[in-house]
């Protein structure tokens, strides 16, 4: 998939120029799958069946002249679960060129995540049979929503999803539907919602993958049952007064300047935290930032400090490495850890249980 930045474009434009497209595509082995033009946002995207990149540029070059700003390879069951289709829609021709098929569909999304305690620290805490019944009404609830509210559900696993919308209205009706659905059961899930929208490139060489890394990166900020929107969303979103935004207590905005503290904060430790090297004073400065400037900042929007931000940080991805088959040797230097006594120790803390009867949990 590319993007294209062409302000000004304007559907018909993108539709001429995808024509083009296919007209000279055999000659560089390419084919052409569909487009999606956002007249707002001066962005075109082309998804291409290539070889590699070099046939995508020249192709273009020859067909109109075109550059691509960015060029990233893609699933297509990814591209069809986040935007919903891989090939152009039907029905669509222009009124005197019925060989020119014009549709106007921004591939512009608001996503949103969901993310729960961990099942085996839920089991820990309440129990298998109770732990296995909440699961199941927060899969069945949430999904029951993502339906009704017209979400394209892109990733699910037992603790989180993935969900795309076109409609920031539909998403944020759907997440409040679902915490008020959960209710109680929210707060002993530790439910958590994080609302982002962006384009399907950007910085990322994954598809939408900044903007559904800030939406997590929200979703760890969260209380237990709270929805936290993205500075984008608060902008978009015409509120009509029925989910009631504005109780802090459910919902919380971030703004711009704190949204990017936050992005450096989390790309910083996601940089770092295999270093058993990095402490908070390196942490200060990888951030351009003094120990007390950083204390402040960290404290303020996450309600931890540095040195306990990066211990969760590292806990939480001593999760996932688990889940591969890492020993637990191999999990605790992996994840920055200095001994696996003490990794022990914090990950018994943190989830209540061992990391070693975790491990068995698992297989």
Not at 201 to 214: N, R
Not at 286 to 296: D, E, G, P, Q
Request: net charge neutral; aromatic share 8%.
């Amino acid at each position: 998939m590319d993007r294209h930045n062409v302000p000004g474009i304007e559907a018909k434009a993108a539709a001429e120029a995808h024509r083009a497209d296919m007209l000279v595509q055999d000659e560089f082995g390419c084919r052409c799958m569909t487009y999606w033009v956002d007249e707002e946002r001066g962005n075109a995207f082309c998804l291409i069946d290539a070889p590699n990149i070099d046939a995508v540029t020249k192709m273009h070059d020859k067909a109109h002249g075109l550059v691509s700003n960015e060029i990233i390879q893609v699933n297509s069951n990814v591209v069809e679960a986040f935007l919903g289709r891989i090939q152009d829609p039907k029905g669509y021709a222009d009124n005197h060129d019925s060989t020119l098929k014009v549709f106007n569909d921004p591939a512009f999304r608001i996503i949103l995540v969901a993310e729960i305690l961990n099942p085996i620290s839920l089991q820990q805490q309440l129990g298998k049979d109770k732990a296995k019944q909440l699961l199941r009404l927060y899969n069945e609830i949430m999904r029951n929503q993502i339906r009704k509210n017209e979400g394209r559900e892109v990733e699910a696993e037992g603790e989180g999803f993935i969900v795309s919308f076109i409609s920031v209205t539909q998403a944020v009706n759907c997440a409040v539907a679902a915490q008020k659905g959960l209710h109680v059961a929210g707060e002993l899930l530790n439910l958590r919602i994080g609302l982002n929208a962006g384009m399907p490139i950007d910085k990322s060489k994954d598809l939408f993958g900044d903007t559904v890394k800030m939406a997590k990166y929200l979703c760890s900020l969260g209380k237990e049952n709270q929805i936290m929107m993205a500075s984008i969303i608060r902008e978009i979103y015409k509120d009509d007064g029925k989910n009631n935004i504005n109780n802090k207590n459910n919902f919380k905005w971030i703004d711009p300047i704190d949204e990017n503290f936050l992005q450096l904060l989390f790309d910083t430790l996601s940089t770092n935290y295999q270093n058993h090297q990095f402490d908070v004073e390196r942490f200060g400065k990888k951030m351009i930032m003094s120990k007390s400037k950083l204390y402040r900042r960290c404290t303020a929007i996450t309600n931890l400090s540095p040195n306990a931000l990066l211990r969760e940080f590292r806990l939480l991805k001593s999760l996932d490495l688990l889940k591969t088959g890492r020993n637990i040797s191999q999990t605790t230097f992996d994840c920055g850890f200095n001994s696996p006594s003490y990794f022990t120790k914090c990950f018994q803390k943190r989830f209540g249980i061992s990391p070693l009867a975790y491990l068995k949990e698992l297989s």
